[in-house]
Nanobody, 123 residues
């Protein structure tokens, strides 16, 4: 069993930055594909970024060039650096783990989820 806890969300003005962290316990994430997803009110959960066990990354077009996903296997953690934030980035952000070295942009393919952290970007 993997337990994921996100942190780092908050309220920021447009153009600002936030760094989300996802700390894992229970099992090492070294061989797991990891992803960050977000869900805004009234919208479906969408993939923001993923990183494989070999650190291959994927970004949604809406965040490319602004967000960076990374992982630190020594700390059993995954991060999402978010720069140049926009009001449309406002959502609850979730960390997810997949019991595969590879990643997927489909939330159905992930087996473990954190409780989420709220990110609010004001204009």
């Amino acid at each position: 069993q993997v337990h994921l806890v996100e942190s780092g969300g908050g309220l920021v003005m447009a153009g600002g930055s936030l760094r989300l962290s996802c700390a894992a316990s229970g099992r090492t994430l070294t061989h797991y594909g990891m992803g960050w997803f977000r869900q805004a009110p009234g919208k479906e959960r969408e993939c923001v970024a993923t990183i494989s066990a070999s650190t291959t990354t994927y970004y949604a077009d809406s965040v490319k060039g602004r967000f960076t996903i990374s992982r630190d296997n020594a700390k059993n953690a995954v991060y999402l650096q978010m720069n140049s934030l926009k009001p449309e980035d406002t959502a609850v952000y979730y960390c997810a783990a997949r019991t595969s070295r590879w990643t997927s942009s489909r939330h159905e393919d992930y087996h473990y989820w954190g409780q989420g952290t709220q990110v609010t970007v004001s204009s």
